[in-house]
């Protein structure tokens, strides 16, 4: 069974960039897994951030931008601010309309 | 304004069935896929099925394969999902989602609702 790897934790300054990343347990990833990116705070509902590799939802501020780094998904936040703080979860399409959430990160922002 | 709003959730006892509903405003329902998300207390968020938008297809993750079923009824805007047998693992806040394609979720999810509390314990 094919596992979707996401760092448990990251930490960024305030104004910092961080990338978090999105990663298979065997094999790598590519736009073909149509990689997406969930931001949720505690007691909310997730909020869609990048869809599609690169595309970012309506609302979501350029500071986010999603990419392929090597053989795995990558989430880009560009001068990290507070609200920033939030867990974190890619999800790839695994074919056959089969998606897998990742376990998540959990980022810190300090 | 795209709302989705889920409703059917509650306490059931092991084995027991629950149907949730996810009533769906501001854009063109029968256009899109959708899909039904979960997240247990204290745990990230699993994929659990999703429904093509003309209901034709439907797929599940594993973990629920045999005992959910989704499916959706167009002219009212409606995503359903059938719960039988249930578990106590199955007990999570479960998220209606729309998908960003009409075929399947392939594209990624692009609104969300609020999510229903879904309790399994006798």
């Known amino acids: 069974q094919t596992v979707v790897t996401q760092e448990p934790s990251f930490s960024v300054s305030p104004g910092g960039t961080v990338t978090l990343t999105c990663g298979l347990s065997?094999?790598?990833?590519?736009?073909?897994?149509?990689p997406s990116w969930y931001q949720q705070t505690p007691g909310q509902a997730p909020r869609t951030v990048i869809y599609?590799?690169?595309t970012r939802s309506s609302g979501v501020p350029d500071r986010f931008s999603g990419s392929i780094l090597g053989n795995k998904a990558a989430l880009t936040i560009t001068g990290a601010q507070a609200d920033d703080e939030s867990d974190y979860y890619c999800?790839?399409?695994?074919?056959?309309?089969?998606?897998?959430f990742g376990g998540g990160t959990k980022l810190t922002v300090l | 304004e795209v709302q989705l709003l889920e409703s059917g959730g509650g306490l059931v006892q092991p084995g027991g069935s629950l149907r949730l509903s996810c009533a769906a405003s501001g854009f063109t329902f029968s256009s899109y896929a959708m899909s039904w998300v979960r997240q247990a207390p204290g745990k990230g968020l699993e994929w659990v099925s999703a429904i093509r938008n003309s209901g034709s297809n439907t797929y599940d993750a594993d973990s629920v394969k045999g005992r959910f079923t989704i499916s959706r009824d167009n002219s009212k805007s409606t995503l359903y999902l059938q719960m039988d047998s249930l578990r106590a693992e199955d007990t999570a806040v479960y998220y209606c989602a729309k998908c960003q394609s009409g075929t399947s979720c392939y594209g990624g999810l692009d609104y969300w609702g609020q999510g229903i509390l879904v309790t399994v314990s006798s």
């Open positions: 599609s590799t690169n």
């Open positions: 065997s094999g790598s990833v590519s736009t073909g897994y149509y």
């Open positions: 999800v790839l399409y695994m074919g056959s309309g089969i998606s897998v």
